[in-house]
């Protein structure tokens, strides 16, 4: 099994098709087993087990996502309402977890993942600011988080700050 998290993390995207699957194989094979009513007593025992440490570990889990988009319901709209001043038809760069709100624009960069050359093109640049990892390869010797050398280098090519929300983004828009 991965030790990436987002593979053996089954509350992450990554896992609906190999537990799809699973399931399709246990329905299938279920057809072809002998009723043997001491093995039923024992995978009903199993089962009942199973669904005890399912609702004993996974589901508190579970309900954290929705609890959390309810309680920071404010701070993500505000996040979405300085996104949703970039126009419709702006070329945009965006850190990794603004590029799924800014999905319907015809030309939109992650900044980690885009050339340099990709990102100067596009009219504006989002930036997640405690997005470290996403910053990387603008820092010089591995020295910091690159984030300061990226924001000089968009301000050297006629860059200015559009928007922000302190602390926590902030967008540029080209001159």
């Known amino acids: 099994m991965s030790d990436y998290q987002y593979q053996h993390d089954i509350f992450f995207q ?6 799809a699957f699973l399931v399709y194989l246990a329905v299938v094979n279920l057809a072809d087993i002998r009723i043997n009513w001491q093995r039923v007593t024992v995978l009903a025992a199993a089962f009942i087990v199973s669904v005890a440490c399912f609702y004993k570990v996974v589901v508190p889990k579970a309900i954290h996502y929705p609890v959390q ?19 419709d038809g702006a070329s945009v760069t965006a850190t990794t977890f603004y590029t799924t709100y800014l999905s319907q624009r015809e030309i939109l960069y992650d900044v980690r993942y885009c050339s340099p050359e990709h990102m100067l093109e596009t009219q504006y640049v989002v930036l997640k600011i405690s997005a470290d ?7 010089v010797n591995e020295e910091g988080n690159g984030f300061e050398n990226l924001v000089n280098l968009l301000e050297e090519n006629g860059y200015e700050p559009y928007m922000s929300i302190e602390d926590l983004l902030v967008i540029y828009r080209k001159k």
């Open 69 to 87: 988009a309810v309680r920071y319901y404010d701070f993500y709209q505000n996040i979405r309402d300085a996104l949703s001043e970039i126009p």
């Open 133 to 139: 990892s996403d910053f990387k390869k603008y820092a």
């Open 14 to 19: 990554y896992t609906f098709g190999s537990t």
